[in-house]
């Protein structure tokens, strides 16, 4: 059976480093180079493919990143311009549901691009006071800017190394 955590659960580490949160960023700025890399030369019958059985195919996982961390964008910004904001939270799998995955993914694939050399930019100049601020989330209630990098690092390694597992398992 195919692991559906590849990289393992996310879990909010604590007393987080500075070099934890260079390495995540860093991460993030990386992370559609790695996604474009791990999708570059499946066909339309391999996007198709889901990652794990009752799992999203690929094509769904690559739509679901630009769209998950389309709402990271929102969530980060919205907490660094705002006091404590509480954030809204979306059901995945109906987004994953609309007609717009049905795109090419490399609409997508640009969309991710796009976003993460803004948000990159943005958590580049981030000071300690900026690290420290608050979201609440609905479900997981106060994060601070510092674990919402790590989660969105975390997030965009883990689902493409879904990707690459499943390429790595059928020898794609």
């Known amino acids: 059976m195919f692991n ?4 393992g659960k996310f879990t909010v580490k604590e007393n987080i480093q500075k070099e934890d949160i260079q390495g995540w960023i860093h991460d993030i700025g990386d992370a559609p180079k790695q996604l474009a ?3 570059e030369g499946l066909t339309n019958e391999q996007l198709a493919t889901p990652y794990r ?8 996982v690559v739509h679901h990143l630009a769209d998950s961390h389309m709402n990271a964008y929102t969530r980060f910004k919205l907490g660094l311009t705002e006091q404590a904001p509480t954030i809204k939270a979306y059901d995945e799998v109906a987004w994953s ?5 049905d795109l ?3 609409v997508s694939i640009q969309l991710f691009a796009a976003l993460h050399k ?14 420290k601020k608050t979201i609440h989330h609905p479900e997981n209630g106060e994060v601070t800017i510092e674990q919402l990098i790590a989660t969105y690092a975390w997030h965009g390694k883990h689902h493409i190394a879904q990707i690459t597992a499943l390429r790595n398992q059928k020898g794609w």
């Open 104 to 106: 090419p993914i490399g």
């Open 118 to 131: 803004r948000l990159h930019k943005v958590l580049n100049s981030l000071d300690e006071i900026d690290l």
């Open 4 to 7: 559906q955590y590849p990289i």
């Open 53 to 60: 059985e009752g799992g999203w195919t690929l094509s769904q």
């Open 37 to 39: 890399d791990a999708v």
């Open 97 to 101: 549901n609309l007609p717009d995955n």
